[in-house]
């Protein structure tokens, strides 16, 4: 059986609400606040010169894919972020006076917990901060109405598998978990959502083992591990 590895994870957030914006956008913006790093995303970012912090917002908001912008004041600079990739190995210190902000289009995302709204496909997704097993993730991610991500679908396939790609290191696999398994026929592994795991999502050789009956993703592929396996894990919540 070849070896898996799990690794850790700097978790990302701790978020007070921010106070409405008075350019009157209906999104949600809340504050950040951090501790010693950056989340753990890596992010396509565009900066451009704005006077307020409601100008910063405002430009959020006109980037679909936008999910946080930060703020410089002393240079009035706006940074505006789009999740790209899980940023496993670096992380970035916020700069003196500089605000940054998460944005969800409603307020069903409960990013006071960890959680970052990704607008391509309209799910709130938090990456684990601690290890669990299976049952143990589940009931984690149940406690804000959530569950272990599914992705049965193309659209969230190809950006969560994109986002766990990491080139910067090599040969390293992370394991996180998802919501899939063979728990009701063994050998015959299904979403959440009872769809069928393709094939064609697997890592070479996998599955591998028919006493492994749990699925984690790793490097933009799905490999067979045992339930009681402590990994980390990806919850969502899909509305």
Wanted: glycine share 6%; aromatic share 8%.
């Amino acid at each position: 059986m070849h070896q898996k590895k799990a690794m850790r994870l700097v978790i990302i957030l701790c978020l007070s609400l921010f106070p409405a914006l008075s350019t009157g956008i209906q999104s949600t913006f809340e504050l950040l606040i951090k501790r010693n790093e950056f989340p753990m995303f890596s992010y396509q970012q565009t900066t451009v010169t704005a006077g307020t912090h409601d100008e910063c917002a405002t430009q959020c908001a006109r980037n679909p894919r936008c999910s946080l912008f930060k703020y410089e004041i002393p240079a009035s600079q706006c940074t505006t972020l789009a999740p790209d990739r899980f940023n496993w190995g670096s992380a970035e210190v916020r700069k003196a006076q500089e605000s940054v902000y998460a944005h969800t289009d409603t307020g069903w995302c409960p990013v006071e917990q960890g959680y970052i709204f990704l607008r391509d496909i309209q799910t709130c997704i938090r990456v684990s901060s601690t290890t669990a097993n299976h049952d143990s993730a589940l009931i984690q991610c149940g406690q804000h109405g959530g569950r272990l991500i599914i992705l049965s679908d193309s659209n969230k396939w190809e950006m969560i598998s994109k986002m766990t790609l990491d080139p910067l290191v090599t040969g390293l696999t992370v394991l996180v978990r998802v919501g899939a398994d063979d728990n009701t026929v063994s050998g015959t592994y299904v979403w959440g959502d009872g769809r069928p795991v393709n094939g064609s999502l697997w890592s070479s050789g996998e599955p591998n083992d028919p006493n492994e009956h749990c699925v984690a993703i790793s490097n933009g592929a799905l490999y067979d591990i045992p339930c009681t396996m402590v990994v980390y894990f990806i919850c969502e919540i899909h509305k």
